[in-house]
T-cell receptor
Framework: DAKTTQPTSMDCAEGRAANLPCNHS???????VYWYRQIHSQGPQYIIH???NNETNEMASLIITEDRKSSTLILPHATLRDTAVYYC??????????????FGTGTRLQVTL | DGGITQSPKYLFRKEGQNVTLSCEQN?????MYWYRQDPGQGLRLIYY?????DFQKGDIAEGYSVSREKKESFPLTVTSAQKNPTAFYLC????WGTGGLDEQFFGPGTRLTVL
């Protein structure tokens, strides 16, 4: 699976959009970009995933560049409850074996008043 | 409600003792996973199981053992051979199969402290 690079930490004011970048320059054609987040002392929570098109759900939007070497997770209106560590993961989806996730250290997002 | 439960939330053991962490899911998921997380670090895969009575080692299996006798349950034993067992342990599950959704759903975790 391709390696990802994320900033160690970011701050965002409550109510503003939080844009979390991720570089995955070695991504291959069959690999998806997944985002999870982990609120302190809890299990990670799935947010969104995509292959090449932009994706949106009730939690966030995922913007993937045309060359697929980077992506941005967007939380449109961040709240204090969005304070968490956000993990960007790149992997092949459902290859017929159990889906191992490789977590890096992620981006620690701090939402402030 | 469907979900994954792990018990206990906090666990203390003396050095040299084996300890078993519980993980149960009622999501009807085929695959289950155990991860370890150390402070300030990401998750590392210990063991995973795709079906009942089958499991594979992950990246850091040494000092751990698992069993998968039932689809709903995937207990993890931390043995005395694990050199540094104090950590936050997370269990997850997912569906798998061609075309299936395979996002992983995580339990709340067990924080193990070995004294």
């Amino acid at each position: 699976d391709a390696k990802t690079t994320q900033p160690t930490s970011m701050d965002c004011a409550e109510g503003r959009a939080a844009n979390l970048p991720c570089n995955h320059s070695t991504i291959s054609g069959n690999e998806y970009v997944y985002w999870y987040r982990q609120i302190h002392s809890q299990g990670p929570q799935y947010i969104i995933h995509g292959l090449k098109n932009n994706e949106t759900n009730e939690m966030a939007s995922l913007i993937i560049t045309e060359d697929r070497k980077s992506s941005t997770l967007i939380l449109p209106h961040a709240t204090l409850r969005d304070t968490a560590v956000y993990y960007c993961i790149v992997r092949s989806r459902n290859t017929g074996t159990a889906s191992k996730l490789t977590f890096g250290t992620g981006t620690r997002l701090q939402v402030t008043l | 409600d469907g979900g994954i439960t792990q018990s206990p939330k906090y666990l203390f053991r003396k050095e040299g003792q084996n300890v078993t962490l519980s993980c149960e899911q009622n999501l009807n998921h085929d695959a289950m996973y155990w991860y370890r997380q150390d402070p300030g670090q990401g998750l590392r895969l210990i063991y995973y199981s795709q079906i009942v009575n089958d499991f594979q080692k992950g990246d850091i299996a040494e000092g751990y053992s698992v069993s998968r006798e039932k689809k709903e349950s995937f207990p993890l034993t931390v043995t005395s051979a694990q050199k540094n067992p104090t950590a936050f342990y997370l269990c997850a599950s997912s569906m798998w199969g061609t075309g299936g959704l395979d996002e992983q759903f995580f339990g709340p975790g067990t924080r193990l402290t070995v004294l």
